[in-house]
C-alpha cells in the first residue's frame, strides 16, 4: 500500500510515495499531514521527524516517531603500528551524529577520554572514520567509543583489547622514505624512560634544528620530521637519551 506524505524541509515542500520503506527525515523538518489528506503507514513502515503537525489523518499499524534513529556502527577495530595504535570504524547510517569520543583504559574498568572525532550529523551511506594514537599505553590496553548525538545522548561500542610490545633496548631506526621529500618518518626504541633529545645536522655539522628535547616514556615512538624550509642535501639525526647515543644518515631531495 502506498502512502503519499507532504514533506517540509526548511519551508520547501516536496511530495513523497513509498512503500514499504522509511522516511527517516532529521534536522529543521516537518512533516504534515493537510487537512482532509491521509497516511497510512503499513506496519513494517515508520516515518521519523523533529516535528508532526497532523491536521488530516494518520492511520495503520506502523510507527510515528520522534527520537533519532541511532548511528549504525557497523566496525570498529585496532592494529598496532610498532608504538602507534591505528583505530578504524565504519557506520552504515547516521541520525543526529555530533560525533565520537575516543576512550582508553588499562584495565577496563577507568577510562580516559584521549580524542574526539566530529560525526556528520546525518548520512544513510557507509562512512568510514580513524584515529591514531601515538603515545599509547605499553602491555595491553582497551579501547572504546562513546557515540554522541546533538542532544546530549550518547552510546558506548563494543570494547576491542590490543597490546604494544614491551622492547629491553635502545633502537634509533632508518628514516623512511629516504631520500624523501619534503617529509619523512624516524622511529626510534627506549628501554627506559627519561630525557630525549634528537637534532638534525647538516654535513658541516651545524645544528639546524632540534625535532625532541623532553621526557619521554620507554617503548616505540615515531616522529615526522618535516624539511619544507631547508635546501636539498645530506643530513645527519641524532638521538640521544641516558647513555646511548645514536646517529643515522637521511637524504633530501628537492
Known amino acids: ?12 515542500l516536496l511530495n513523497i510515495i513509498f512503500l514499504n520503506s522509511w522516511i527517516n527525515i532529521k534536522g529543521q523538518s516537518i512533516i504534515t499531514v493537510s487537512t482532509g489528506a491521509t497516511i497510512e503507514i503499513e506496519a513494517v513502515a515508520s516515518i521519523c521527524a ?25 566496525s570498529f577495530s585496532a592494529e598496532v603500528w610498532g608504538n602507534l595504535v591505528n583505530l578504524k570504524w565504519e557506520t552504515a547510517t547516521e541520525i543526529n551524529n555530533f560525533g565520537f569520543e575516543i576512550e582508553r583504559s588499562k584495565d577496563g574498568c577507568k577510562w580516559e577520554k584521549i580524542s574526539f572525532i566530529e560525526g556528520l550529523g546525518n ?7 580513524s584515529y591514531k594514537d601515538e603515545r599509547p599505553i605499553t602491555g595491553k590496553s582497551k579501547y ?25 633496548k635502545y633502537e634509533l631506526s632508518q628514516n623512511f622514505p629516504n631520500p624523501f621529500n619534503p617529509s619523512t618518518t624516524i622511529k626510534f626504541s627506549l628501554a627506559e624512560s627519561g630525557m630525549v633529545e634528537m637534532e638534525v645536522y647538516n654535513t658541516l655539522g651545524e645544528r639546524v634544528t632540534r625535532l625532541i628535547n623532553q621526557e619521554m616514556d620507554k617503548g616505540n615512538h615515531t616522529i615526522e620530521f618535516n624539511a ?15 647513555n646511548f647515543s645514536q646517529v643515522k644518515r637521511m637524504v633530501l631531495i628537492k
Open 50 to 74: 523533529d516535528e508532526f503537525v497532523i491536521d488530516g489523518l494518520l492511520i495503520g499499524e506502523g510507527n510515528k516517531c520522534e527520537e533519532p534513529l541511532p548511528v549504525e556502527l557497523t
Open 228 to 242: 619544507g624550509n631547508l635546501p636539498s642535501g645530506i643530513y645527519f639525526y641524532k638521538l640521544v637519551s641516558g
Open 123 to 129: 548520512s544513510n551511506s557507509p562512512k568510514q572514520y
Open 144 to 168: 572504546r567509543l562513546k557515540q554522541i548525538d546533538f542532544d546530549g545522548k550518547h552510546e558506548y561500542s563494543d570494547e576491542i583489547e590490543v597490546e604494544v610490545e614491551i622492547l629491553s
Open 1 to 12: 500500500m502506498k502512502m503519499i506524505v507532504k514533506l517540509f524541509w526548511n519551508l520547501i
